[in-house]
């Protein structure tokens, strides 16, 4: 199996709700309503724009999270991606994460061809990016498909950009071949810009391998 994550640009209510904010959604879709868990940013504000789209049924807020039913499914709301996966073949593997203004869907497929046909509808629809692609060898029969995937923290759009020029740059090599200084310079920012945005994604990702590691 083959495995895909696509990042879509402007692809609905939800995704608009999540832009500019460190809002992350994550939604189960069951035909006729809605699961989504809610976690950052303002949940009230996010629920109550819930309840505008697709109404709620039941409103749950416990630690800083938020569990909602909504009272109608995603599909009578925004355009989705199924139709296309159906034309291909291919499967959408739950949850479609809402997070930075766009919506993320993790597609699987038996033959790779699949999930380069999807991309290319999708980009008739959407602007689309490519997150990871990869092959999967193996699922383990006590493990959830994609686990570590699931696992791994939603980073702001200022963090992965600077995340990955420090490691295009060197920044993470041994020995290091840059300095933040000059990665900072690169993208129009002062030293210590770049550092706190290194720090806060560095301290997202370390929190969630070390969640991962304590299964």
């Known amino acids: 199996m083959h495995e895909a994550t696509f990042r879509l ?17 994550d939604l189960w879709c069951n035909d006729h309503c809605d699961m989504l868990h809610v976690r950052g940013g303002d949940l009230e504000a996010m629920g109550d724009r819930i309840d505008e789209v697709a109404g709620v049924q039941e409103r749950l ?87 570590l995937a699931d696992s791994l923290p939603t980073l702001s759009a200022r963090q992965r950009e600077s995340l990955r020029t420090a490691a295009e740059m ?8 840059t300095t933040t200084a000059e990665v900072g310079e690169a993208l129009g920012v002062s ?11 560095e301290n997202k990702l370390v929190a969630g391998f070390l969640e991962v590691l304590s299964l």
Request: proline content about 5%; hydrophobic content about 40%; aromatic content about 6%.
């Open 191 to 201: 030293r210590r810009t770049l550092e706190g945005h290194l720090r806060r994604a």
């Open 61 to 147: 807020v416990h630690e800083g999270e938020l569990v909602v039913v909504t009272g109608s499914c995603l599909v009578e709301h925004e355009d989705t991606i199924e139709p296309t996966l159906r034309r291909h073949n291919c499967l959408l593997m739950a949850p479609i994460r809402y997070a930075d203004g766009a919506k993320f869907c993790r597609v699987v497929a038996l033959d790779p061809a699949n999930l380069t046909a999807v991309f290319h509808e999708l980009t008739g629809q959407f602007s689309v990016d490519v997150v990871s692609k990869r092959e999967l060898d193996a699922v383990g029969h006590d493990v959830p498909l994609l686990l």
């Open 9 to 25: 640009e402007r692809a609905g209510p939800y995704a608009a709700a999540t832009a500019a904010t460190d809002t992350a959604v």
């Open 170 to 177: 060197g920044y993470y090599e041994i020995p290091r071949e």
